[in-house]
């Protein structure tokens, strides 16, 4: 009797203390999910606690174990950094391939979790040979498992090119492409997703998704009815259609326009994004191209997308706009016609941030350089004062391409009322190139001489002061030739003061 109760009083110590392991376990995943918590855990030294139950006889402890490092892997790049320099990744990328379905996926969230925040820790997963082990849990029964492994893929991916190698070198892609095509929605969403990670950052890596086959399964999904599955696709295929004109005419194969275009109009804010970025990839890499967005009705969506966005959402289509209208006349007088210039007039008086005026100004210099037809509907726009502000903006970027803009259009421009109202208020280089203007414009035109000078055009000019000699004196004396003399006279500075002087001097005949 002793000898039995002796047994189960030992018995008793091991379950006590599987129990206490379980209850620390469990409770230091559960403080570990709340971000505030995770300074408190890491002055207790959680890291070297956690790591030895990572190797316990006991399943579940193992599992919650790895799933706490995750945790706190996630919230803090240094507890990151400690699950490197501890020696963790070596257990863990053994355990992916022993051990049962629930430790594997919370491994490889523990991977991704490290992965996740710099190349340098990423690359520290890429060395400790988890790559290979994550692309064979691709191949797992488990949906789990497989959405765990192709995530944890993804995070090593996004961050350069070598690592994007490394996942492509051990054979990820087309086990992606699979994954695409199972029935669960977050596995479709996170292959999706990786394979745009691994397609961002070079056309050769780009070409190796394509060469797998995935604009196919990709382009079967462009009609989905998930909004986040729809986000992922429309960015994969953005960053292959991204880097040359094959693998843009590649995705323009697969018959997604004008299929796509609604989606400018999805209510998820990041499936209208996508699908403007998409827009934007195809359409800038020759006319063709841009022409096939036009005929399918893209430049109408695109306008329409830009007048019902707002700030950085508004890029791709702004872009989109100018791309297509650098191409030529014709598709230039498209976005015109599309009242493309209202819509980038609107985003011009709406939008403060730098990158976006920048964008906007580049976009209407491409519309108005072709021909007095195009610059006169940007004119018409009334951007010139705007336009003006930003050539002497702080930003050197918005500075230069404001000025360029004004440049290309007004070289163009015979709208004599917009070159005007640019004249008034412009620095000197750019009224050089107005007046230039009215140098060709006036010889030909006696009605817009009398209105040049009613509306104080020739005073205004009289009033610059040019160099003897420049071209701009020469510009200013071609305009004057355009008037009689005593008109010229009349308009130039001191000659009221001039006559008054006459008056003072003036003897009057004796009645």
Known sequence: LDNKMSQKQILQVFDNYQKARTTFVQTVADLAARPQNVEALQQANVMAMLRPLLLDTVPTIQQTAALALGRLADVSDELAAAVVTGDILPQLVYS???????????????????????PPLAQAVVDSGAVAALVACLEEFDPGVKEAAAWALGYIARHNTELAQA??????????????????LSLKRISASALSDIAKHTPELAQTVVDAGAIAYLAQHVDATDAKLKRQVFSALSQIAKHSVELAEMVVEAEIFPGVLPNLKDPDEYVKKNVATLVREVSKHTQELAQLIVNSGGVAAVVDYVLNTKDSSRMPGIMTLGFIAAFNERLAMAVIASQGVQALAAALREESQDHLQAAVAWALGQIGRHSPEHAQHVAEANVFPALLVLAESSSEDVRNKATRALNNILQKCTHLGALQSVLSNAPLPIAALVLAQFARVLPQDPKARRQFVTSNGLKKVQEIKAEPGSQLAETI???????????VKYYSPGYSEALLQRVDAFQPTSA
């Open 477 to 487: 004396a071609a305009i004057n030739g355009c008037f009689p003399e005593e008109i």
């Open 167 to 184: 996942v492509v070198d051990n054979g990820a892609v087309p086990q992606l492409i699979v994954c695409l095509q199972e029935p669960e």
């Open 96 to 118: 992916l391939a022993e051990q049962n379905r629930y430790y594997k996926k919370a491994a490889a969230f523990v991977l991704r979790t490290v992965a996740k925040h710099s």
